[in-house]
C-alpha cells in the first residue's frame, strides 16, 4: 500500500483511544508509516513504526528520530511543529482544526473529527524519509 492509499484510508476517523485498528497499525508497521496525531491539550501522538508522543502543550515543536521522541529537548535530525487552534488554518466549513502540523518531512494528511468537528490534521510519513 502507498502512503497515499494509506492515508486516504485513515481519513474520517473519530478521536479517541486506539483511534487506530490493529489492521492498520499492521499495514503502517509492515510499510515504514508513521502516523502523527494530536490528542488531548498538550500531546503529539505518534503511532506505526514510532510508538511514542511528545508534549506539545499550546503548540510546540516535537524533536524525533527513528528511536523516537527527545523529551529532553535536544534537537535531533527531525522536528514536526504542531500547531494549536491556528486561526489561519480551517477546515472546509470554515471551522478552526484543534491540532494540524508543520513539517519539511514528504508526509500526507488525514483528518480525524470529534463530535462532527475537526479535531486534528494528522499527518502519515514514511520512515525511509527521516534522517
Known amino acids: 500500500m502507498d502512503i497515499k492509499e494509506f492515508a486516504k484510508r485513515l481519513d474520517g476517523k473519530k478521536y479517541g483511544f486506539n483511534m487506530f485498528t490493529s489492521e492498520e497499525q499492521q499495514i503502517a508497521y509492515e510499510n515504514g508509516f508513521v502516523i502523527v496525531t494530536g490528542a488531548s491539550d498538550d500531546l503529539m501522538e505518534f503511532n506505526g513504526v514510532i510508538m511514542d508522543e511528545g508534549s506539545c502543550f499550546d503548540g510546540e515543536k516535537v524533536y524525533f528520530n527513528a528511536t ?3 523529551q529532553e529537548g535536544n534537537e535531533r535530525a527531525n522536528c514536526i511543529e504542531a500547531l494549536w487552534c491556528d486561526e489561519s488554518i480551517r477546515d472546509e466549513l470554515g471551522g478552526i482544526i ?7 518531512i514528504p508526509h500526507e494528511t488525514f483528518m480525524v473529527y470529534e463530535q462532527g468537528d475537526s479535531y486534528c490534521k494528522g499527518i502519515v510519513f514514511s520512515i525511509n524519509d527521516i534522517n
Open 98 to 104: 484543534t491540532w494540524t502540523y508543520k513539517t519539511n
Open 68 to 70: 523516537g521522541v527527545d
